[in-house]
Structures are given as C-alpha cells and as structure tokens.
C-alpha cells in the first residue's frame, strides 16, 4: 500500500498496566464487506503478555481488596461509559466484524453493557454457606476469594458481547485480567481501553494484548501466573488449550461449537415457528455458537413447512451491513466463505437439494460491497443424518431440513452428533415438550422460542461443546477460589 493508504488505516495497540503500548509487528484485519485492509492489529507474543500478566499481577492486591460494592459501583459507570458511544460502538462493530448495523445496535453493543450492569448488581448477592457440629463444638463456615489473573480468549462473532461475558465476573470477583480478542475483531475492545480509566478500573486490572491464537493465545495459556482460562471458540482450539494447560492445573470454562437442532412436532405453531427459526438459523449470519443448523420436521407437516420455510428465507436481504434494511451481512474473512461453500457443494455431491441461497438464486450487491464476503441464506433438504452438514459445525447462513416420523426416533437423531450445546422443541404439547427438552443432550433447551436469555442461568454445553458453565453463581464459582474453614469453640 501507499504511504497515504496506510495513513488512513486504523492502528490499534496493546493496553497494559494503564497504557497503550505500541507493538513491534502488525497483523492486517479486513472489512469483510468490502475485502480491504482497514485497520492493523498488533501482532503480540510471549514478551507482551508477560508484560500484561506482570501489570495484572501488581494490580490484584489492591483490586481484590477493594469491597464488592466499590467494583460494583466502577462496572456500573463502564457500563454507562459504553452505552453512550453505542452507536460509535455499534458502527465499529459492524465495520470490522461484517454483522449488520441493526444486529450490532439491538444485540451486541446492549448486551455488552447490560454484562456489565448484570454482574455489578449480582456480585452484591451472593452469600457463602455455614454448617454446625453442635456435638463437637464446632461450626464451619466457607468464604471466598478471587483467583488472580485471569485469562481471557474470546472469538470473533460477537467481539465485544462476548468478551464482556467474560470481563465483567471476572473483575467483579476481583481477580484482574489479561485478555485477547480475536484478531479479526479486535476494535471494539480497543475502543473499551479508551473508556477504562474514566470508568475508575484501576491501571493493570483490565489489560488487552491483541494478536493470533498461535502467539498471543498460546503465551497467555501457557503462563505459569494465570491460574484460569475462559475460552470462546471452536472445540479444536480447546483441544490445544487443555493440553497447554494441564502441566499448570490451570481451572478452564470452555464454550465451544454446537450442530444445535431444532424439532418441530406437527402441532406446532408456525406462524411463531417458521419466522423464529428463520432467526435462528441466519441471524448474524448463522455466526453465533447457538444458531440452529439442523431443523427435524415431523413428516405430516414437512413439505408445508418447508415451502414457507424457503419462502420466508428468501425474504432476508443479503448486502452492505450499514444498510438498515439489510438482514444478513458479510462473512467474517474470504477464507471462512470459502470453508461454508464448500459444505454446500458437498451436500450436493452427495444428493442433497439446496432449495435457496448458494449456488441456486443471484445475489446482486452493491457496487462498494463486490469484493465483500457474502453469502444468501441456504436451505438444504434431504441430507443424510451421516452426512458432514448434519455432522460438523458450519458456522454460516446454511441450515439442513430433514423429516423424522417419531418422538423417539427424533430425540435420537438429535443427539446423534458430538455437540450438545443448544436445541429447540416447538410443539404445544406441555408434556411433550418437558419429556423432550429432558432426553436432549444439551446445555440449553428452548421451547416455543430461541435465544431468550437470563443472565441468572447456567450457559454452556456438554460433549464436544465445553466443559463448564457461566451465569451468575455459575461464573462467580468459577473467578472465585472456596475455602472451607473450621472453628472449635
């Protein structure tokens, strides 16, 4: 690039101990709606993050000694501090990652503050557990303490939801943290660097070194002074970390990928059910570790569903993400379009139909969003349970539709996979709905709806979709170490 070209880029740099420090090598990080370069993200390594874990270890003694209604009171002015750049937030969110502005102003950005104020309220209601030995004098009581460093890894389908998920319980329990976005949406944590200091976070309690998973990631996990990693990301790079970590004992949260389904009985509700699991299966682009990628239609109402499925599908428009009209935006690089591409093109070597979006209908963009990595929701029917697009993780506007006879045969197939991360069960048989959501193998049932959320409740998966659960008590048990302790009077 020209020297005026490069003028123009975005250059971002590492927060530590307070400070923006600039890094010695960058990595380029592209608008995926248009394929260009717009902004260079430090490419970090072993000597950042030990400066980072350094600075986050000098800060702990004073951060966890502070009460939790002081913490509380800073997540809180944080939160306020966000929500009132929401809207800079929100385009930048959706520059960088390619999400729609709609889907950054209504979901991402809200959610993030809204992680900040929930847990500035809960850490002010949790209460430790005590047991008395009236015939041996004694009484035991608990008591707990934050851990220390905390490593943070978040992934790039929403940068900043996310990676609040992650920051607010871990500093409300006082532990301070490093943390590293993904380096394809490293921006908007940026930006929350700026906010730190106003917010009253202590220099040191809040460090963000950017760079790959390779580098950066690697050099955090495998501190000897990070007692605790969180991770969001895919089940293979969890694999790295668990093995990384073991020789450190270290304590992981680990939210991985989900094949998520959803089962549709034949007295469900499809005015509700058809426009939900549209939503489900394409919103932020299929981006999101929740969306529904495998949809089991109870036979008596298949061919119904499926028309108005289509027809409802291709309704949804695909094009520039500052477009508020627009529904679907860009895939987050060129290689992961290439990645969800080829899983249709598989589907249809093997037989299956793709009855909208890749491949079968025109997608007509806009002239500044040619080179941009888009793609038109797709719907694929008769796909074989073995096939690989009812087996791995697509990650992507594409969802399968298949037809199933009975309610024992489709709980079977449902769980017929190595995830178990979320499902849905629409049918307005109260007994049926409980009997199904019990036999799931997964972390979250939704029933008649999707994606409705109370930060109170456990989130996470089983199997191949993680170890751990986080939510009120659930990510406080995790930042916070217990002790049990003895007195004999």
Known sequence: PTMAHSQALLVLENFIGGKFVPCSSYIDSYNPSTGDV???????????????????KDAFPIWSSKSPLERSQILNKLADLIEHDLEAFAQAESKDQGKTITFARTVDIPRAVHNFRFFASSILHHVTECTEMPALGCVHYTSRAPVGVAGLISPWNLPLYLLTWKIAPAIACGNTVVAKPSEMTSVTAWMMCKLLEKAGVPPGVVNVVFGTGAKAGEALVCHPDVPLISFTGSTLTAQRITERSAPHCKRLSLELGGKNPAIIFDDADLSQCIPTTVRSSFANQGEICLCTSRIFVQ????????????????KWKTGNPSDP?????????????????????KAQAEGARVLCGEGVDPLALPPGNQKGYFMLPTVIAEVKDESCCMQEEIFGPVTCVVAFDTEEEVILRANGVKYGLAATVWSSNVGRVHRVAHRLQSGLVWTNCWLVRDLNLPFGGMKASGIGREGAKDSYEFFTEVKTITIKH
């Open 38 to 56: 717009y902004c260079r993200v430090p490419d970090s390594g072993k000597e950042e993050v030990e400066a980072a874990v350094k600075a986050a």
């Open 299 to 314: 036979r008596g109402i298949y061919s119904e569903f499926l028309k108005r499925f289509v027809a409802e599908a291709k």
């Open 325 to 345: 009209t627009v529904n679907v935006g860009a895939l987050i690089s060129k290689e992961h379009l290439e990645k969800v591409r080829n899983y249709v093109k």
